[in-house]
C-alpha cells in the first residue's frame, strides 16, 4: 500500500516512502526510553484504542525509542518504519519530534490501522518555534493552556509565549503586590472569563510545558497596557492618556473609555503608562520580574514594550534602558516587542519580537537593526502573515482586520530571511501570536489557529528546500492531517483552501 501524499506537517528535511505495511496490532512492543515510551502508548490508545505494552521483547513488529546524539542535530531524529519501527533522537525532545512524526503517519485503512514503511531523517531550521497565547485579553484556565501545548508540541513548536498581563487584566499572583490578584485580574476584554493563575498553577503549566519540550516565555507588558495594574494599585499608573483616536475607536467600537482605577472591558490600546519618574514603579517592576523569573526555568522573560504611546519617547527610552538592565541583572534574556529597538541604551542582547507588516516600515526596520547592533536577535511575528487572531476573509465571524486578512496560502508563502535585511543567523525563529480580543472559547482558539498554525509550524521547523516543501504539497498534506486533529480535539476551521479528508 502506497499512500499518494505524506501526512506530514512540518514536512521532515528527507522522507523516502517505500513499498510495504506494518500493521498496528496490540502484540506490537515498545520499548526502550520509558517516559516516550509512555507517551507513545497513550497517545496510540487513545487514537485508535489498541493498548500496546511496554515490557516484552524484541521480536518482530517491536517500536524501539531511544537517545543518540550521533543521528542527527540538536533537537533532530530519524524514523524508520519496516518490518519494525525504530525512533532514534539526537536528544529528548528529537526523540519526541519522531513520536510526532510517528503518530501523524499513522493510518487507518480497510485493512485496519498500520503505517507505510517509510524512512525519516529530520532537524529543525530554527531553534526558537514559538506560538502566544493572550491570556489577558481571555482568561484561559490551566487545563486549556494544557492543552494548547499539547497542540503546538505535536506540530514541534517548542515555545509558549504567555502574555499574562495587559489593559484589562492582570493574570498571576505576585506575592509582593498581591492586589494584582485580588482586584486586577476580575476583568478581561468584552466582560469575558476572567481570573488569574497561583504560582502552582504556574508551576503546573511549566512542567507541562517542560514534559512537551515547551519552554515558556511569560510576558509582562510595560510600561503601556498597563491599565489592570492601576485597579490595584493607582498609585503606580498615570490618568489614562484620552486622544481623538482613542474617543474614536471607542465610540466605533460602541465601548466605554478607560477610568483610571476602573476595570476596563473595552479592547482600545496605546493610553496606558505605568508612571515612569516614580521609584516605586520600579520596586513594583523589580519584584514582579524577580518573582517572574523564580518561577521561570527558561531563559527568557518578556517586557512588553509594543504601543507605549501613553508614555513620552524620552520616558520610554528611559525605562526600557532599566528594566531591560534589570532583566539581565537578574539572569534572564529580555525579550521586548520592536518598539524598544527604538531605545538607544536598550541592554545589550535584549531580543526583539518584530510585529510590523511583511513590507516593514523604515522605522520598524532601524528599529530591528538596532536591536541587532546591540546583540540581540530576533523573533519574527509579521502581522500581516501569522497573527492568527487576523481573520481568514471578510466575513470569518472571529478575529480582526487591521492587519487585512490572513488565508492559510498568506500565512505559508513567505521567507523569514529575506523579510528583513539582517544577517540571517540574527533571526532567532518565528512566532504565531494569538490575541484574544474576539476570543471566548477553546474551540474559538482552534477555529483561528488550525489549519494556519500548521503553515507556521513548517515555516519554522522545515528548511526551504526540504523535499516536497511549497504550498501545493503542503495543502495536499495538511489536508491528510484531518483524521488525527478531530482525534484530538481540534476544532479547526475547514477552509476551501485545503482538500480535507
Ligand atoms: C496589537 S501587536 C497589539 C495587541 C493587540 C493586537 C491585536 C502588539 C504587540 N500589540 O495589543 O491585541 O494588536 O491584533
Redesign the pocket.
Known amino acids: 500500500m502506497v499512500l499518494p501524499v505524506l501526512p506530514l506537517v512540518p514536512m521532515p528535511r528527507t522522507a523516502d516512502l517505500q513499498a510495504g505495511w506494518l500493521p498496528l496490532t496490540d502484540v506490537v512492543r515498545v520499548l526502550g526510553d520509558t517516559t516516550a515510551a509512555a507517551g507513545l502508548i497513550t497517545a496510540i490508545e487513545h487514537r485508535c484504542g489498541i493498548r500496546l505494552q511496554a515490557d516484552g521483547d524484541a521480536a518482530t513488529g517491536g517500536i524501539t525509542l531511544r537517545v543518540d546524539p550521533r543521528v542527527a542535530d540538536a533537537e533532530g531524529y530519524t524514523l524508520q518504519i519496516a518490518e519494525s519501527i525504530e525512533v532514534v533522537g539526537a536528544d529528548a525532545a528529537g526523540l519526541y519530534y519522531g513520536i510526532q512524526t510517528l503518530l501523524q503517519l499513522l493510518r487507518e485503512t480497510d485493512a485496519g490501522w498500520g503505517w507505510s514503511h517509510v524512512e525519516v531523517a529530520d532537524a529543525p531550521r530554527f531553534a526558537y518555534r514559538g506560538v502566544m497565547l ?1 491570556v489577558a ?1 481571555h482568561f484561559f484556565p490551566v487545563a486549556e493552556v494544557k492543552a494548547v501545548i499539547d497542540r503546538i508540541a505535536a506540530l514541534k513548536f517548542n515555545h509558549l509565549h504567555l502574555h499574562l498581563t ?1 489593559d484589562q487584566g492582570w493574570r498571576l499572583h505576585i506575592d509582593a503586590w498581591p492586589l494584582l490578584s485580588e482586584k486586577a485580574s476580575t476583568s478581561s476584554a468584552n466582560g469575558d472569563s476572567a481570573g488569574f493563575y497561583s504560582k502552582d498553577d504556574f508551576r503546573e503549566i511549566v512542567a507541562h510545558a517542560a514534559s512537551r519540550h515547551v519552554t515558556l516565555v511569560p510576558e509582562i507588558d510595560l510600561p503601556g ?1 498597563t491599565h489592570a495594574v492601576g485597579v490595584a494599585y493607582p498609585e503606580l499608573v498615570e490618568e489614562p492618556v484620552i486622544t481623538d483616536q482613542l474617543r474614536a475607536d471607542a465610540a466605533q467600537l460602541g465601548q466605554e473609555l478607560p477610568i483610571m482605577g476602573e476595570p476596563y472591558i473595552g479592547t482600545s ?1 496605546g493610553y496606558s503608562s505605568l508612571r515612569i519618574g516614580e521609584e516605586r514603579t520600579y520596586e513594583f517592576v523589580r519584584d514582579v520580574l524577580t518573582e517572574l523569573s523564580e518561577l521561570t526555568p527558561g531563559p527568557y522573560l518578556h517586557i512588553g514594550g ?2 507605549s504611546r501613553g508614555t513620552t519617547a524620552e520616558d520610554f527610552a528611559f525605562f526600557v534602558e532599566r528594566v531591560s538592565e534589570m532583566v539581565m541583572a537578574l539572569g534572564k534574556i529580555p525579550v521586548a ?1 520592536h518598539e524598544a529597538g527604538a531605545v538607544e541604551k536598550i541592554a545589550p542582547g535584549t531580543y526583539g519580537q518584530y ?1 510590523g507588516m511583511l513590507d516593514p516600515t523604515d522605522a520598524h526596520a532601524a528599529e530591528v537593526a538596532h536591536i541587532v547592533e546591540q546583540g540581540g536577535r530576533l523573533i519574527l511575528s509579521p ?1 500581516d502573515a501569522i ?1 492568527l ?2 481573520k481568514y476573509d471578510e466575513d470569518f465571524p472571529l478575529g ?1 482586520t ?2 487585512g486578512t490572513v488565508d492559510v496560502r498568506r500565512a505559508y508563502e513567505w521567507e523569514p530571511t529575506s523579510l528583513l535585511d539582517l544577517p540571517a543567523d540574527a533571526i532567532a525563529g518565528i512566532e504565531a501570536p494569538l ?1 484574544t ?1 474576539t476570543v471566548h472559547t477553546l474551540e474559538d482558539a482552534d477555529q483561528l489557529l488550525y489549519p494556519r498554525i500548521a503553515a507556521v509550524a513548517e515555516l519554522a521547523w522545515s528548511a526551504p528546500d526540504a523535499t516536497g516543501r511549497g504550498w501545493g504539497s503542503f495543502r495536499a498534506r495538511v489536508g491528510q492531517l484531518a483524521p488525527l486533529w478531530r482525534a484530538d480535539g481540534i476544532r479547526f476551521h475547514p477552509t476551501a483552501e485545503i482538500d480535507w479528508r
Request: negative net charge; charged residues 40%; proline residues 0%.
Open positions: 493572550d485579553r495587559d497596557h490600546v509594543d504601543e516587542w510585529w502581522a497573527y487572531d487576523i480582526l487591521w492587519a490575541w480580543e
